[in-house]
């Protein structure tokens, strides 16, 4: 037995604050970009994460040409595109199995000539959990990164124009860090938001809970396309692709309010049976479920002095038409060009930082909102306004041979970016180990 003598104590460790000039918290998609254009820029950048690893639950699965342009400038296109599924048919719709499983229309993509746009397809289609794993592969070979698992923020301290800012975590115990920028790409529940009392403004969606699944079955024998939307009042759903191969298939659809949280995830089976094709009984193999609020709401400012928003943590959107991830990997295609700007160029942080809040929430606000809120509305609104405008949008698909060369030409139209870089490039900027 070891005997403390009472007129001493132990000697106590003294904590050793590390500082990185940004420190990013969250480590999925949009904080990995993020953190990867500034480690490529020799830029000084921490991630912390309150998991042990990237998380694996069933999110966003689509990548659109203009994300996928943003994703080539950091040299991260061949290998989403060697581990993703090219979607080169475009998106149908059709109606649920049980009530016939019809063709209403198709965006068809196949139909667009090659060369006559950038990307001749209409995305690269790739589970979210494995965006954010070649990110962190990428991540990992840059001397400027640096990631803490197991890290959940708590707090943050602002001082002066001149004070770093200090970040509060607690791991094995508490733990101190500073910087000059925190940026919170900590999704819709964002405690960085919630820290600095952000209001996050709008409303969720009181009508379905949503339930994002992954199942494995072969839809593709069956006629189903690589993204088809199910229009229903009460079975809707999206049914895409994550992956080549023997990738899950992405099953997501809404259940009712009124049916109690701990009956969600039951309520599967009896989905799968409306809407699946093949014979029965259905033999599927379910690997994952989740069920979620949407939320259409967007934070009241992106910036508050030198704490950042950025992709979820700034705005939420139901996932119907792949809005959400889109609009946050541009978020942070946009704020590592502003922060490069002020540590490469020696631009000024304040009308920088001020204009990437202002125009990123305007995007959200005046394209993802209203465009996601259409997508939702179109597969399942009984609205006559609504069905009005179902019916000519998929006539329009059905009638219009260029219809998909103008969505191609839309989608492939990477508008000027005013946060650009000067020569928006890499290539002059010294390789990292």
Same mark, same amino acid.
Request: a negative charge; proline letters at 6%.
């Given at each position: ?78 290998? *989403?595109? $060697? ?5 080169? &048919? #475009?998106? =149908? ?8 499983? %019809? !063709? ?87 405690? *960085?938001? $919630? ?5 996050? &403004? #709008?409303? =969720? ?8 699944? %992954? !199942? ?87 910036? *508050? ?8 943590? #700034? ?119």
């Amino acid at each position: 037995m070891v005997h403390l003598n009472p007129n001493t104590t132990p000697a106590a460790d003294v904590p050793v604050i590390e500082h990185a000039k940004v420190i990013i918290v969250g480590a999925g998609p949009v904080g990995l970009f993020l953190a990867l254009k500034l480690a490529k820029a020799s830029i000084q950048v921490m991630v912390l994460e309150a998991e042990n690893a990237v998380l694996q639950s069933p999110r966003a699965t689509t990548y659109m040409p203009i994300v996928l342009n943003e994703l080539e400038k950091v040299g991260l296109y061949e290998d *989403v595109e $060697r581990a993703g599924f090219k979607n080169k &048919e #475009g998106v =149908t719709y059709r109606t649920s199995n049980a009530k016939g499983g %019809n !063709v209403l229309a198709r965006l068809e993509m196949s139909q667009i000539p090659k060369g006559a746009v950038k990307y001749d397809f209409a995305g690269i289609h790739l589970g979210q959990h494995s965006l954010a794993e070649i990110l962190l592969t990428h991540c990992q070979r840059e001397k400027n990164f640096s990631i803490k698992w197991g890290h959940r923020f708590v707090g943050v301290k602002q001082g002066g124009p001149q004070d770093p800012v200090t970040v509060n975590c607690l791991a094995i115990g508490e733990k101190f860090f500073t910087c000059d920028y925190l940026v919170g790409a900590d999704g819709a529940g964002s405690s *960085v938001r $919630r820290s600095q009392c952000i209001a996050f &403004e #709008g409303f =969720t969606w009181q009508d379905f809970r949503f339930v994002a699944s %992954n !199942v494995k079955y072969p839809f593709e024998e069956y006629g189903f396309t690589t993204a088809n939307m199910i229009v229903d009042e009460e079975d809707w759903a999206v049914i895409a692709r994550t992956g080549p191969g023997d990738a899950p298939w992405r099953v997501a659809f809404g259940v009712r309010m009124t049916v109690p949280e701990s009956e969600i995830l039951t309520q599967i089976p009896e989905k799968y049976e409306r809407l699946f094709p093949g014979p029965r009984p259905l033999k599927y193999e379910l690997v994952s479920a989740n069920p979620y609020w949407a939320h259409q709401r967007v934070a009241a400012t992106l910036r *508050v002095g030198k704490v950042i928003l950025c992709g979820d943590a #700034g705005h939420s959107n139901n996932p119907i038409g792949g809005l959400g991830l889109t609009t946050g990997l541009m978020d942070a295609a946009a704020l590592g060009n502003c922060l490069i700007r002020i540590y490469t160029h020696g631009e000024e942080a304040d009308g920088l930082l001020d204009r990437y809040s202002r125009v990123r929430r305007n995007a959200w606000m005046e394209f993802t909102n209203p465009g996601s809120i259409d997508f939702k509305l179109r597969i399942h609104s009984t609205h006559p306004e609504v069905e009005a405008s179902r019916k000519e949008f998929f006539d329009s698909l059905n009638s219009d041979p260029d219809i998909s060369m103008k969505v191609a030409t839309m989608m492939n139209n990477v508008v000027e970016d005013e946060f650009a870089l000067p020569e928006d490039s890499f290539k002059d900027i010294p390789a990292t180990a």
